[in-house]
């Protein structure tokens, strides 16, 4: 199957500093990635969809001023946490997928601001 | 927008015992796919149901789309220590792919 890389797997940052994470999609082009974020022992919530050379649409709730993403490329998107506070310390995950076809997960990343 | 309701939330069963997690929309869906995430992984995909009625096997598991196209299961006969886990449904809306809540398989000893 294909495989999406996400780096890094995990991250300590200090309560006020911004922290970037990579999505890759390694073996096909994703003109759409996906961002979401999970909370110990619950669900994947969907926080926006980066779309290649253009705007990511972000899920109703979500700042798009404190999460930046950039999808410079088919193969790469990025999520900038910035200004991070203690309650941005979560796991979040990226996914690629071609339409209507299973998604194809990061490993994740687990955030920890002190 | 489109939700899919997952239960149970979480299911405890000795080793050896079945297990089932069932999915309900309240839209008829073009396809259902089914995840596993292990503790401390991320998501890896196991399955896509398209057809009305359908199911499918891969050993110990067997997911079923119902007739109506509203719901699926997933059912899991005799439990292994290795099928502890999340078990999440997944279902294509505006060519995102929107999550239930899961379902977390505990498998006492």
């Known amino acids: 199957g294909a495989v999406v890389s996400q780096h890094p797997s995990r991250v300590i940052c200090k309560s006020g500093t911004s922290v970037k994470i990579e999505c890759r999609s390694l073996?096909?082009?994703?003109?759409?990635m996906f961002w979401y974020r999970q909370f110990p022992k619950q669900s994947l919530m969907l926080m926006a969809t980066?779309?290649?050379?253009?705007?990511?649409?972000?899920e109703q709730g979500v700042e798009k001023d404190k999460f930046l993403i950039n999808h410079a490329s088919l193969t790469l998107s990025t999520l900038t946490v910035t200004s991070a506070h203690p309650e941005d310390s979560s796991f979040y995950i990226c996914?690629?997928?071609?339409?209507?076809?299973?998604?194809?997960f990061g490993q994740g990343t687990r955030l920890t601001v002190v | 927008g489109q939700q899919v309701m997952q239960i149970p939330q979480y299911q405890h069963v000795q080793e050896g015992e079945d297990f089932t997690t069932y999915c309900n929309s309240s839209?008829?869906?073009?396809?259902i796919q089914w995840y596993k995430q292990r503790p401390g992984g991320h998501p890896v995909f196991l399955i896509q149901l398209v057809k009305s009625g359908e199911v499918k096997k891969q050993k110990r598991l067997t997911f079923q789309f119902g007739e109506a196209k509203k719901n699926s299961s997933l059912h899991i006969t005799a439990t292994q220590t290795t099928d502890v886990g999340t078990y999440f449904c997944g279902v294509n809306r505006d060519d995102k792919i929107i999550f239930g809540k899961g379902t977390r398989l505990h498998i006492l000893p």
């Open positions: 996914s690629a997928s071609l339409p209507n076809t299973e998604a194809f």
């Open positions: 839209t008829t869906l073009s396809n």
């Open positions: 980066s779309n290649e050379g253009s705007k990511a649409t972000y």
């Open positions: 073996d096909f082009q994703a003109t759409t």
